[in-house]
């Protein structure tokens, strides 16, 4: 009898290792599919929604990567959404480029975007051009559609995926959101675990900066990301990434975009406050 309940035992832990998405939440942010991009049959596009972290100030986190299915190495010439695009019809910022060798897969971008998950079905990304190393090149035909909507997976999709578009795996996937946590104080480290002074500054409508709804947002972060210095990483990136559209925003004189910009640039730099603090308490208490 110990012997048969040590074998199922193996057998169990066997299967949580090799199939580790039977324990992950069926709703979890899941990648599209790849599809190519108008004009450009060799490049491939894919993208991936997530409401979580921003749903209160009304946006949502948009991820986008791209693939080389050419036959040799290309620099690729891209425009995504502006942060105030409603995608009706799109707005695009400044062009941003990168080498991909054939079969490569970019690192996953991200940026933000009014709506939710569940009330945007697509984002616009546009293929100005791409050339290979000899300096040939070939840009979208004049007249032609340059931009293409690229659809997020549907909700009910049961097999979930990492930004990194692999399958998330037990030392890197978010732990459920319904697992007990342990409480978060504040210590001498002269800074508050769970809410920045930040978040008092920021004036979108129905944004809800009590420091229990920040300390949600902030659960619901490290959850996303798989951990405190993880988020923080992806935090900064995030953060750079609208600091870059703010300047382009500011020379195309639209006022409306820079203003969303800010506000989110805020959002950040209160998120980071709050997940410094707890880098720092973590530190002092291993």
Same mark, same amino acid.
């Given at each position: ?123 616009? %990304?546009?293929?100005?051009?791409? *050339?290979?190393?000899?300096?040939? /090149? +070939?840009?979208?035909?004049?007249? =032609?559609?340059?931009? @293409? ?54 004036? %979108?409508?129905?944004?809800?900066? *009590?420091?229990?709804?920040?300390? /949600? +947002?902030?659960?619901?972060?490290? =959850?996303?990301?798989? @951990? ?16 870059d559209q703010l300047v382009q925003q ?37």
């Amino acid at each position: 009898m110990r012997q048969r309940t040590l074998f199922r035992l193996t057998q169990l832990g066997l299967l949580f290792l090799f199939c580790p998405l039977i324990l992950l939440p069926q709703d979890q942010p899941q990648w599209g599919d790849w599809k190519s991009a108008p004009n450009f049959p060799g490049i491939k596009v894919r993208v991936l929604c997530s409401d979580t972290g921003l749903e209160s100030i009304g946006r949502a986190s948009w991820n986008f990567q791209f693939q080389n299915t050419y036959s040799k190495q290309v620099y690729l010439v891209y425009q995504f959404e502006t942060v105030d695009s409603t995608g009706a019809p799109p707005r695009f910022g400044a062009p941003g480029g990168r080498n991909l060798d054939p079969g490569e897969k970019s690192a996953a971008y991200s940026t933000s975007l009014p709506g939710s998950c569940q009330s945007r079905k697509e984002m616009f %990304i546009r293929i100005v051009s791409i *050339s290979d190393t000899q300096g040939n /090149q +070939i840009r979208a035909r004049a007249g =032609a559609s340059g931009s @293409g909507a690229f659809a997020k997976a549907p909700r009910s999709s049961s097999t979930a995926r990492n930004s990194s578009g692999e399958a998330p795996t037990a030392s890197n996937r978010a732990p459920a959101t319904n697992e007990p946590r342990p409480e978060v104080r504040t210590t001498d480290t002269g800074c508050d675990p769970n809410w920045s002074p930040k978040f008092n500054q920021i004036t %979108i409508d129905g944004f809800d900066s *009590s420091k229990e709804s920040v300390r /949600q +947002i902030t659960e619901q972060q490290i =959850a996303k990301y798989g @951990g405190v210095d993880q988020s923080i990483t992806e935090v900064e990136s995030e953060r750079q990434s609208y600091e870059d559209q703010l300047v382009q925003q500011q020379n195309d004189g639209n006022a409306a975009g820079v203003n969303q910009l800010q506000q989110l640039i805020l959002f950040s730099d209160g998120m980071l406050d709050i997940l410094r603090c707890r880098q720092r308490i973590s530190t002092q208490n291993p």
